[in-house]
């Protein structure tokens, strides 16, 4: 039912930096929770990032707290994902993903989202 549409990936340095963009035309993203999630080739998809729409919390998995934050521009209905220090194991399709239905879950869990069609992001030197 969400239209989202990812983009700002890419092939960075390790170290280097990187923003993705989240955005939906057909939605107003402040009323949902909005994650970051990453696959890398061959694992499954895991949370990154995410904001809850109940509250503004937001919420870090272990390996990218402190190096990655998630953050709204309501004026653009777009959800950012500020990504540095950015490692080789960063790589994957970095997929944002919106829930308006309230889940008794937490928002870096996959349960209830409709997703984006990915971004690919590559840290390489």
């Known amino acids: 039912q969400v239209q989202l549409v990812e983009s700002g990936g890419g092939l960075v340095q390790p170290g280097g930096s990187l923003r993705l963009s989240c955005a939906a035309s057909?939605?107003?993203?402040?009323?949902?929770?909005i994650g970051w999630f990453r696959q890398a080739p061959g694992k499954e998809r895991e949370g990154g990032s995410c904001?809850?729409?109940?509250?503004?919390?937001?919420y870090h998995a272990d390996s990218v707290k402190g190096r990655f934050t998630i953050y709204r521009d309501n004026t653009k209905n777009t959800v950012y994902l500020q990504m540095h220090n950015l490692k080789p194991e960063d790589t994957g399709v970095y997929y944002c993903?919106?829930?308006?239905?309230?889940?008794?879950?937490?928002?870096?869990?996959?349960?209830?989202?409709?997703w984006g069609q990915g971004t690919q992001v590559t840290v390489s030197s």
């Open positions: 993903a919106a829930r308006g239905v309230p889940v008794n879950v937490m928002c870096l869990m996959t349960r209830g989202y409709d």
């Open positions: 057909n939605v107003t993203l402040d009323y949902y929770t």
């Open positions: 904001i809850s729409s109940a509250d503004g919390t937001t």
